[in-house]
């Protein structure tokens, strides 16, 4: 039949019959996922539309629409979105709070919601930590006079890579690496030190278009065994499916943009049919199979290089030819057609193109891209505001967040500008997952719960963006130093006590997740609490884990020792066993959410770690506490084990980590070799830190060596990094 596929027997992975049969069954009309009241009542069909359905037009009636009551399998998000907005509301008003001018203001209150009693302030009644620390430390008050500022708070790695005694560091391993210049951190700001390492790297190759049309139907294995790409002229309906599906259960998990039933039921099934042309449909179809075929190249693809026996986390295709260029290419030749448009396609337009740059490791691509997409979802929510009341409300909802939370990370980590979406996040709301879902969807939520890991990110998210705020509104209210936190006293305000309500912030945050989504903290390679009941009327009760097991309430309370877990592991040090597989990504769903938990810890207390390194006669044991906290939190994040990082081309923003693992890798050598951290280390970081510190420079060190073969800007890293710890190729 010319070429045509047998038909599929289930709907939505066949194209229309009409096409395959060439005749005109009759069709049966679409099920309405919500009817006004009118058509209900009247038992008829709606046709969904805002705000009035065609019926409740022609007969010039009220049309109204019931809000949609959640199943019993939609319960548990619904309480989660519920706990967001109220968390939400407990960071404004502690924002708020934390603005006034602490020489005005005094202390903050303690929320009256937290769970355990802030440590007791210097000065205030009581007995003072610092007044039976083990350590011979100063009061801290006793130096105040100085004016000089003790903390320095800054969110970025390339921020912290200007501290005077990490430039001491590099001044000293300068001779090592003559080739790169390390005064550049000092001068050069993080994206332009970027573009000059991009510099040496060719833009992304296009190749000669092949003709467009359908040809056969060829092997998944030739994508990923050194053989011919897929190409346009090669997809015949069985590949298409193929690759959609690669797509939809691995991406669209982690970056829920799309809507499979619509895609694999309506695009899909058209383009097929039609062959690909310049419309918005096929470009998505384009950029879709192209991120499918990355998805299969990395289940099963070929290790672009091996190490030592060590297979690379980065499979199918070369460093200059990726796997899916050429049907990426394709997508590039229709982009340029649609740049001004206003519609929900075109923010995922964007924002697809955005994915497949990250995949190839080009974070300045991934930038524009994701740009390109912020842009485009303001330009439609402004210019079709009815779109948030739309059957399109969720989808757009998701396209917003995801793209919040992207553009978070190029601000805090790159200092890039934000473009604006964050403003109008109180007029877009948080998603509910409540679009048609297909039966994919629905066993892939039952598997992985995609949707909930979804709504944790989101808070999550606004949680880092609201410490973000706090902390540089103390800097700007301490003074025109750069440096925000002062000593602790009466005069300057209470720099411990608002990094120690931040961290208690957070371990709400982890206290509220729901129980399958929860882990042991000290121990990030553990499953989730995966046989938990879902449902269960327990599922919102808080951790039991303390919430801040390093921060003792008096100086008599020493930090308690976590409990042993012999939960088994679901992410593993060892980097050379096989790493086991997980069905729809879950390994880098889990991975994800408690790396930036992780990330968001590191940055709260990394000023301590400021205060130890440079002004050590002014630490106090609260002080201490704090720079431990710090040290724990750079350990063993789960996106640098394995499997995760075994699948390094599915990680959405994987340069964030990179910046982040070189500054971790740079602050654990230091705690060696300055004799405050050394003392801090060995007293107060707990009985297994230091073979979990040696593990976690195993992991972050083979993270930057595998990356630097296919990135131009982890090839500086990693030069530095064997100059600081003295490593050989």
């Known amino acids: 039949m010319n070429g045509l596929p047998d038909a599929p027997t289930k709907q939505p992975s066949q194209p229309p019959q009409a096409t395959l049969n060439h005749g005109k069954p009759p069709e049966r009309g679409a099920i309405a996922a919500q009817a006004c009241d009118t058509c209900r009542s009247r038992k008829q069909r709606c ?32 309480e989660i979105l519920d706990r967001i907005k109220t968390l939400e509301g407990k960071i404004d008003n502690f924002s708020q709070r934390s603005a006034v001018s602490p020489s005005t203001a005094g202390y903050p209150p303690q929320p009256s919601s937290l769970p355990s009693p802030l440590p007791t302030a210097q000065g205030a009644a009581g007995p003072s930590v610092a007044a039976a620390s083990p350590f011979n430390f100063h009061d801290g008050s006793s130096v105040a006079s100085r004016g000089d500022n003790y903390y320095q708070y800054v969110s970025s790695v390339h921020e912290m890579l200007r501290w005077p005694v990490i430039q001491q560091l590099f001044a000293s391993v300068q001779p090592k690496i003559s080739s790169i210049d390390l005064s550049a951190f000092e001068r050069e700001t993080a994206p332009s030190l970027l573009a000059h390492q991009a510099s040496t790297v060719s833009n992304l190759p296009t190749a000669t278009p092949p003709p467009l049309g359908r040809g056969s139907v060829i092997g998944m294995h030739n994508t990923v065994t050194g053989r011919p790409p897929i190409t346009v002229s090669d997809l015949g309906w069985e590949t298409m499916l193929s690759l959609s599906k690669a797509y939809f259960d691995s991406f669209n998990l982690l ?55 060590r297979a690379s986390g980065i499979k199918g295709g070369t460093k200059d030819r990726p796997p899916g260029l050429e049907l990426f290419n394709e997508a590039r030749r229709r982009i340029g057609f649609h740049l001004t448009d206003c519609s929900i396609e075109n923010s995922q337009m964007f924002e697809l193109a955005s994915i497949y740059y990250g995949t190839c490791f080009r974070p300045l691509d991934f930038w524009r891209m994701t740009t390109s997409a912020s842009l485009a979802c303001q ?123 931040l961290a208690l912030q957070l371990e709400q945050w982890r206290g509220m997740l729901p129980v399958h989504l929860r882990w042991d903290e000290g121990n990030p390679g553990v499953f989730p609490n995966s046989n938990a009941d879902p449902y269960n009327s327990n599922l919102f009760t808080p951790a039991t884990t303390p919430v801040s097991p390093a921060l003792p309430t008096t100086a008599q309370q020493p930090a308690p020792v976590p409990p042993t877990v012999t939960a088994p592991l679901m992410f593993t040090t060892d980097l050379d066993a096989p790493p086991p597989r997980y069905p729809y990504v879950l390994d880098i769903q889990v991975a994800l959410l408690r790396s930036r938990y992780y990330y968001t810890k590191l940055l709260i207390h990394r000023p301590f770690l400021y205060k130890a390194l440079h002004h050590p006669d002014a630490m106090t044991h609260d002080d201490a506490v704090g720079v431990a906290e710090c040290l724990k939190a750079c350990l063993k994040w789960p996106v640098a084990m394995s499997p995760t990082c075994k699948n390094k081309r599915l990680i959405p923003c994987s340069f964030f980590f990179t910046r982040n693992f070189f500054g971790v890798l740079v602050l654990l050598h230091l705690s060696t070799t300055v004799p405050i951290l050394r003392r801090i280390r060995s007293t107060l970081c707990g009985e297994r830190f230091e073979l979990d510190a040696s593990e976690t420079v195993v992991l972050y060190v083979d993270w930057l060596r595998d990356l630097k073969e296919v990135d131009a800007a982890t090839v500086w890293l990693w030069d530095i990094i064997m100059a600081v710890y003295g490593l050989e190729e």
């Open 47 to 78: 046709d969904e539309q805002r705000p009035k359905c065609g019926t409740c037009q022609k007969f010039r009636l009220e049309c109204n629409y019931r809000e949609p009551q959640p199943t019993k399998k939609d319960k548990t998000l619904v």
């Open 255 to 309: 970056c829920p943009i799309l809507n499979r039933q619509s895609f694999m039921s309506d695009t899909l099934p058209a383009v097929f049919s039609n062959g690909f042309s310049t419309d918005m449909a096929s470009t998505i179809a384009l950029l879709v199979l192209a991120l499918g075929e990355v998805a299969v190249a990395n289940s099963s693809g070929v290790p672009v290089h091996v190490y030592n026996g």
């Open 379 to 501: 330009a439609l929510i402004r210019s079709q505001p009815r779109v948030l009341s739309s059957a399109l409300a969720d989808l757009t909802r998701r396209v917003f967040w995801h793209i919040a939370i992207m553009e978070t990370g190029l601000n805090l980590e790159l200092g890039l500008p934000l473009t604006g979406l964050e403003k109008m996040e109180s007029i877009v709301g948080l998603p509910d997952f409540s679009s048609p879902f297909s039966e994919e969807d629905y066993i892939s939520n039952q598997e992985s719960h995609f949707q909930e890991h979804s709504a944790s990110q989101i808070v999550l998210r606004r949680l880092l963006v609201n410490f973000h705020s706090v902390l540089s509104q103390t800097s700007s209210s301490l003074g025109p130093m750069s440096t925000p936190f002062r000593p602790m006293t009466p005069a300057t305000g209470v720099n411990q006590i608002i990094i120690h309500q």
